[in-house]
């Protein structure tokens, strides 16, 4: 492939219904009236000069290089900002046209290189020839020793060739929506400027937007001069988070020059952040670990050996493990950074090879309460909309999340919804960003305590039955109405009014009660959420919650309202959806259900284990009981990421084998047995699926760098260990895909590449994939509501641990950091910070930028101090992209009670100041029969959780056949202390946990 | 009963000492036990005159003047606040022939009445407008105010009852009035004047005008360069606000109507009307492209009537008078009165309101008396620093807006700068430029790097090099500025330089003769 040259229209498409007729230079163009003469002429395909326009910002009129004439009109007007009118006659060429353009060029010539460093990335010289400038006869001051600003680490600004067309400076209030650049001073003197200081002490944020905007070599990226013009282009997906935007990924021979937002992109249409644009190096990087490694034992060093050896090394241990252990003893963990075909390789080999269920994700850790949550309520496991979605809101009630860290581009997209006048209410203990940033403001933040979600969301819901806010013409329609009966009479009893929960969330009835009214009363209202949700002992619950809310108020089954979690991972939607988890195959269908199993059998050659296997704390429990020998890991750095990691790794080291399959050397892979290189999305090929459900190409830009492709290590495992796995390539895999799972049916490589992205269901019904889910009827049918009691959690703070920590990402840097640690965004963000309170940092005697001791229940660790009133007093903060920092050291074992998504946002901690800095932190070990403890604490859980009104002993059980080992409930019947359980789940026991009518 | 003695307050007049005159006329009525009342009156816009104090006396306002501290002994001596004879006596104000022969209509009560007195305002004629206005359907304040027609007064002309009908007919929840004070037009102080003088015919011009389009806000955008103005005008809001006028009830109409103040950003620019929105708006002063028009998308997007100050202010004075008395006066299109402000090297400099038509011969050689410095006149510049310069053989043209533009010139806010024989216009030409490098805001191409080329190609030209090369360089920026400018400012600033080329050629081929 070349390089892909995108067409540029000048200015955005109209929108408009009125169609008009107009000419042009004699052609006749039909066009929506609020087009612009530019851009009817490109689609005319006649070229009008211009410099300053650019279709992914709006008409400026500054270059004066577009001027046409209008039949009947005086003058000269710019095409950019003029409209087309019906029976409009336009000329864009005339001997005065040429003279203007001529003059332009000419004074623009004046002040500009004669010979640009970026050559033709800078469009004056070539424009100085297309509209025929021969001399510049002008002599005078010019701009042409202005130093040049290289402090960003990505992109020099060359103020000498910048022409001040303000591209840059409207990309980052237009596209961006950050305000970092502006114009200083006038007239001559006006020069673009970073508000005054360096670009890198500047409020920007990195996204590239103004690099990718500016048309001449003012701003350009750094590897476009030390490697070279790009040649060729490849149209890729990012592989950080899950907003998972398209790019080019611009290739000068095997070289990445650089990623370039891909304006067709669904995603992201052309925007990008500091991450995807920039951060990919570590890609490359002298720490990447291509060939395979094995050792004995974890004290040993290293040996490199042949794919070969690995490979045999691996099974035959496996093998061992299974003969001596039993067949449950091994286990593997899918990777939300891969691809939707390697994941669904591993989970196959899992099932067929290993012989048993005892797969999970790391989705696990972040969203599965989501997909309970919305399973129970809607149906499907996913969010509703697409990004787009967001432009129709009237309301966005954002709960939990931080997209202008988190979701960068979608953030962007959020905040020119919120500047159109789209108004937001935003519930977080955290005074994030969008809370207040210039042009934005939320009509209401409810800065609730962590941990009372669930408590906010029963009292908004409150409100709206209270005050006869309900849709009751959409709930009667479309929802169950016995479930929805049972919901109203729970929702209104007076201990789920604000007033009532006020003490316990904090947030004034009053501000609760507005808020509700504003998202109950609107047209168009929609959730949007993450991690705060669903990082807590109730995370399901306020999963469900939300969909009640959705529900209750017709919020459901069109543009603009919904839905939608962010996801945190680039493929963590679809490692969902390739059957991750151990109670589910493919396209969440429960493994118990014996016709999805037949499918697969059938297609799979072999007999699936019917039980659910084990979730990853069940793992690591086990692991620690002797009974759980052997891990795959795929691309996923447990032993930093998951909570209380005393526990992890006390579990790691009681396995007999662990074999970890990543780019770098990691946390995990030090009590690692096998290594096993992995790829990074430069080199792979497959897709990912985004928080949209949509299915995105990736591409290979590059040769693997180990010479395998992941999913072929994987199938090579398979064979090995004796279950015979083999793919010509990955657009098979995703045949195999379609061909067993329903929502997939209609997707292959050759109709992604045809449509450029495709949305989950697509099948015959939807053969071009879904935007908006739900629209007629909900995927199960009816809606259902679920009854939400709040349950507080258990990790409260106490005199000992008076605070409460939550953890977070920001923009920077993602999650344990191992790519973008490896990257200069270590400029902005080299280091965890704990974010404070002043009047806490006073009582323990905290200065700002010192070293303090984090301790709680599990574990203590040492980072410095930020004093900020981002966070209420109580509350303290940190993020969890360093492993010296161990923010994972202090968080527990806590978790969601129908899915153990970890309570990584509430951890009860006290700080103290510490004087010795980062020495000394004690690793706690774990006591006792933890597995024991963890099945007595998750069966309570369930029981004080579970949402039903009748009979809550047969929701118990079910649920603990649902989604429990055989071993786990055995234990559970046979091993523990009554006196331990309670009543609800002694009587579960009483019922035949096989033969409960779910 | 004391006496009322009128010390003005304007600004240009307490420039040349009127604070101390009224200080010291005070101390001197108290010396002598003689019972006065100071009125600090805005000027009557004769500043060659100027301070000019007056006393009313049984058979009118008598004038003594100019009046210096040193003079204010003597006139008691002769008994001036009882009319008596002085040698600085100009007889009854009124008939003073400078002003007699003008015909006042929006700077009537200027200089005539206390600036701040609601009371003396009324007695005046004020508020008649605005109560007929109150009256009438929107439809129907439209119909008056197009039928009179009037025009802009800021410069460009246009009709201003077609402005109002288009806000008007724009459906939205918010509209504004916003009145472009920024009068930075060197050799303009009208508006200025009007503010200091008689600020609350201003405040019922916009009251007036929001009735007539459905908005219920104004915002007048003052310089900042005219803290007096801006002091005052507030305090006139503020007393109109206490009257019932302003507020939540226009003079108990149950109709909603509130003024703002705001002063400018310090940039000549930002007396382009869509530069003044973005500047209104808290944001740089940069002018935005049209279409959309700031009639459909105006301040924070709304609707929005722009106008200067002299065109709001004349609107009372529509409305009370009705549009037929407005449009008897004038020429052509160009109906009603100008007020034109005599500036420059001329001898009787100051404000002439007059219907349009009157040649600019009167006013240079009549009104004006020539140039101060007694040289002949050589050039006169019409319409602030963007307008043409015209020799004296065009001094008979008619002053309205279609003479003027056919003569090569343009009106603008009626700014009359005179020049004598010893003017150089080739350095005019530069100045023109080197002005619009200082002011451009520096967004389109042609007036942000064009203003600075021209300033440094005249510099060429009056340096004698590569003269004829140079001129032609110099035209054709001329052409793109002109045809390729965003705005006014860009587009127009050839003016004065091409006018300086044809009608003084002979400034721009000294160097290069010699």
């Known amino acids: 492939m070349t390089l892909l040259i995108e067409p540029d229209y000048g200015t955005p498409a109209g929108k408009s219904q009125d169609i008009v007729e107009i000419e042009i230079d004699g052609v006749s163009v039909s066009i929506p009236s609020d087009t612009s003469i530019m851009r009817a002429s490109a689609l005319a395909g006649i070229s009008i000069p211009k410099l300053c326009a650019t279709d992914s910002l709006n008409a400026f009129g500054s270059c004066r290089l577009c001027v046409v004439e209008i039949d009947g009109r005086n003058g000269t007007p710019s095409s950019c900002t003029t409209p087309v009118s019906d029976g409009m006659k336009i000329s864009t060429k005339s001997e005065r046209l040429d003279r203007i353009r001529q003059g332009v060029m000419e004074l623009y010539m004046s002040d500009h290189p004669e010979k640009c460093a970026a050559g033709d990335e800078c469009e004056m010289h070539g424009m100085a020839k297309t509209v025929g400038l021969k001399e510049v006869r002008y002599e005078g001051q010019s701009h042409l020793d202005l130093p040049k600003d290289e402090t960003n680490p990505y992109f020099t600004f060359d103020s000498t060739e910048c022409i001040v067309c303000n591209r840059c400076v409207r990309a980052c209030d237009e596209v961006q929506g950050t305000f970092a650049l502006t114009i200083e001073n006038r007239g001559f003197e006006s020069r673009v400027s970073s508000s005054g200081t360096s670009f890198i002490e500047s409020e920007c944020v990195s996204c590239g937007a103004c690099v990718q905007a500016c048309p001449t070599g003012a701003l350009t990226e750094k590897t476009l001069y030390t490697i070279g013009t790009p040649t060729r282009s490849v149209i890729t997906t990012c592989a950080y988070c899950g907003v998972g935007c398209s790019f080019k990924a611009e290739m000068r021979g095997d070289e990445l020059v650089r990623m370039v937002p891909y304006k067709q992109g669904g995603a992201n249409e052309g925007h990008s952040c500091v991450k995807g644009r920039f951060a990919w190096g570590y890609a490359t990087h002298a720490d990447r670990i291509t060939t395979p490694m094995i050792r004995e034992k974890v004290t040993d060093p290293w040996k490199a050996v042949s794919w070969e050896h690995a490979i045999e090394y691996s099974s035959t241990k496996l093998k061992a493990i299974q003969s001596q252990y039993g067949i449950d003893s091994i286990g593997g963990i899918t990777s939300s950074r891969c691809t939707n075909e390697e994941v669904f390789v591993v989970q196959k080999m899992i099932r067929a090879a290993f012989g048993n269920n005892n797969v999970d994700t790391c989705a696990r850790v972040c969203h599965s309460p989501t997909g309970y949550g919305l399973s129970q309520t809607f149906g499907t496991s996913a969010g509703t909309q697409d990004f787009e979605s967001v432009e129709h809101s009237d309301v966005v009630l954002l709960i939990g999340a931080n997209p202008t860290a988190a979701h960068p581009v979608f953030a962007s997209r959020l905040k020119q919804a919120l500047r159109k006048g789209t108004k937001l209410i935003v519930v977080d203990p955290r005074q994030i960003e969008l809370v207040r940033t210039p042009h934005i403001e939320a009509t209401y933040h409810l800065q609730l305590l962590p941990g009372t979600n669930v408590a906010i969301i029963n009292a908004m819901a409150h409100v709206i039955a209270e005050e006869g806010l309900i849709d009751r013409e959409f709930v009667n329609a479309r929802c169950d109405l016995d479930s929805f009966a049972r919901w109203e009479e729970f929702i209104s009893l007076p201990e789920n ?502 | 009963m004391s006496i009322r003695i009128y010390v003005p307050k304007d600004a240009a007049v307490r420039s040349i000492g009127a604070d101390y005159v009224a200080l010291a006329i005070e101390a001197e009525s108290a010396k002598r036990g003689i019972s006065i009342d100071i009125v600090r009156n805005g000027t009557r816009g004769a500043l060659w005159l100027e301070p000019m104090v007056e006393v009313e006396t049984r058979e009118g306002r008598v004038a003594y003047g100019p009046v210096t501290v040193s003079d204010v002994d003597s006139l008691f001596d002769a008994s001036f606040h009882m009319g008596g004879q002085h040698k600085l006596s100009l007889g009854l104000t009124e008939d003073i022939p400078w002003l007699a022969r003008q015909d006042r209509v929006t700077f009537a009560r200027v200089g005539v009445i206390d600036p701040l007195s609601l009371a003396d305002y009324q007695e005046h004629g004020g508020l008649v407008g605005l109560r007929r206005a109150l009256t009438l359907e929107q439809e129907e304040i439209v119909t008056e105010v197009t039928q009179s027609g009037l025009r802009g007064r800021g410069g460009a002309g246009f009709p201003a009852g077609i402005k109002w009908r288009t806000v008007m007919a724009t459906q939205s929840d918010q509209k504004f009035i916003c009145c472009n004070a920024d009068e930075g037009d060197s050799g303009t102080f009208a508006d200025r004047m009007l503010m200091e003088g008689d600020p609350f015919t201003l405040l019922e011009g916009m009251t007036i005008a929001g009735l007539a389009v459905g908005a219920s806000e104004g915002v007048v955008y003052i310089r900042s360069e005219y803290p007096a103005a801006y002091a005052t005008l507030n305090q006139a809001i503020e007393f109109a606000r206490a009257f019932g006028w302003l507020g939540d009830n226009v003079l108990g109409s149950g109709r909603a109507f509130d003024i703002r103040t705001r002063l400018g950003g310090g940039s000549y620019v930002c007396g382009e009307e869509t530069a003044m929105l973005e500047s209104i708006e808290g944001k740089r002063g940069v002018v935005r492209s049209k279409p959309p028009l700031p009639a459909i998308f105006g301040l924070f997007g709304k609707p929005t009537v722009i106008n200067n100050v002299l065109t709001l202010a004349t609107v009372p004075a529509i409305l009370a008078d009705g549009a037929d008395a407005y449009m008897a006066r004038g020429v052509g299109r160009s109906v009603g009165t100008q007020v034109f402000q005599l500036g420059g090297n001329i001898a009787r400099g100051g404000i002439v309101e007059t219907a349009f038509g009157v040649t600019l011969e009167e006013l240079v050689n009549d009104y004006g008396s020539g140039t101060l410095s007694g040289l002949p006149v050589r050039a006169v510049q019409v319409g602030g620093p963007l307008g043409a310069y015209l020799p004296v053989s065009s001094l008979n043209v008619s002053m309205d807006y279609e003479s003027l533009l056919a003569a090569g010139g343009m009106l603008g806010h009626g700014g009359v700068v005179v020049f004598d024989e010893s003017v150089d216009m080739a350095q005019q030409a530069k100045f023109a430029m080197e002005f619009c490098a200082v002011e451009s805001c520096g967004k389109c191409t042609p007036c942000r790097l064009g203003s600075t080329r021209g300033a440094e190609t005249i510099l060429k030209i009056m340096n004698g090099e590569d003269v004829q090369d140079n001129k032609k360089l110099l035209l054709d920026l001329c052409e793109v500025m002109t045809d390729g400018s965003l705005c006014a400012m860009g587009g127009l600033t050839p003016l004065p330089v091409r006018s300086a080329m044809l009608h003084f050629s002979e400034d721009f081929d000294r160097r290069a003769r010699a």
């Open chain 1, 497 to 998: 009014s604000p007033e009532a929960l006020e003490a316990l969330t904090r947030v004034p009835a009053e501000d609760v009660r507005k808020a509700a009214r504003l998202y109950a009363t609107v047209p168009n209202a929609a959730i949007y959420y993450g991690l705060g949700v669903t990082e807590h002992s109730q995370g399901s619950t306020m999963v469900m919650g939300i969909a009640n809310l959705a529900m209750a108020t017709g919020n459901i089954g069109r543009k603009g309202v919904g839905v939608n979690p962010l996801r945190g991972q680039n493929n963590v939607q679809g490692s969902c959806d390739m059957g991750s988890f151990p109670h589910e195959l493919p396209g969440y269908r429960h493994i118990s259900n014996p016709k999805t199993r037949e499918i697969f059998e059938i297609q799979w050659k072999t007999v699936l284990n019917a039980k659910p296997g084990m979730r990853i704390p069940n793992m690591f429990d086990s692991a620690i009981s002797n009974e759980f020998k052997g891990i795959y890991i795929q691309g996923e750095d447990i032993a930093q990421s998951d909570p209380n990691i005393s526990h992890v790794h006390a579990a790691l080291r009681s396995m007999e084998l662990v074999i970890v399959q990543d780019l770098f050397l990691n946390e995990t892979s030090k009590f690692a047995h096998v290594f096993l290189p992995g790829t990074s999305f430069l080199e792979k090929d497959g897709t990912f699926t985004n928080a949209e459900r949509r299915i995105n190409r990736v591409r290979p830009v590059m040769a693997s760098k180990t010479g395998k492709s992941e999913w072929e290590v994987t199938c090579d495992l398979a064979t090995a260990m004796g279950y015979e796995m083999g793919y010509e390539n990955s657009s098979q895999i995703m045949d195999e895909i379609a061909a067993t799972t329903p929502t997939f049916s209609g997707v292959s490589f050759a109709k992604l590449d045809e449509l450029g992205s495709i949305q989950w269901p697509c099948n015959a019904e939807h053969p071009e994939g879904t935007p908006v889910m739900h629209v007629d009827h909900f995927v199960r049918g009816e809606g259902r509501f679920m009854v939400t009691p709040y349950v507080p959690t258990d990790e409260k703070a106490t005199r000992k641990f008076p605070l409460l920590l939550t953890t977070g990402r920001i923009l920077s840097q993602y999650n344990v950091g191992a790519q973008t640690r490896r990257t200069a965004n270590v400029v902005w963000h080299s280091e965890d910070i704990l974010d404070i309170h002043e009047s806490d940092a006073e009582l323990r005697g905290i200065e700002d930028g010192s070293w303090v001791k984090l301790s709680s229940r599990v574990g203590e660790t040492i980072m410095k101090a930020r004093i900020t009133d981002q966070v209420p007093a109580g509350v303290v903060y940190t993020t969890f992209h360093f492993p010296e920092s161990g923010a994972n050291v202090i968080t527990t074992d806590f978790s969601d009670w129908a899915t153990n998504c970890p309570e990584y946002k509430v951890t009860a901690v006290d700080i103290a100041p510490s004087i010795k800095g980062p020495q000394g932190i004690r690793e706690h070990v774990s006591l006792g029969d933890v597995e024991l403890e963890s099945i007595i604490r998750m069966a309570n859980q369930i029981a004080a959780n579970v949402p039903t009104n009748t009979a809550p002993e047969h929701a118990v059980a079910h649920h603990i056949e649902q989604f429990w080992t055989p071993y786990m409930q055995e234990r559970l019947m046979k091993e523990v202390d009554r006196a331990a359980l309670s009543p609800i789940v002694i009587k579960a026991l009483e019922l035949d946990l096989n033969h409960v009518p779910s």
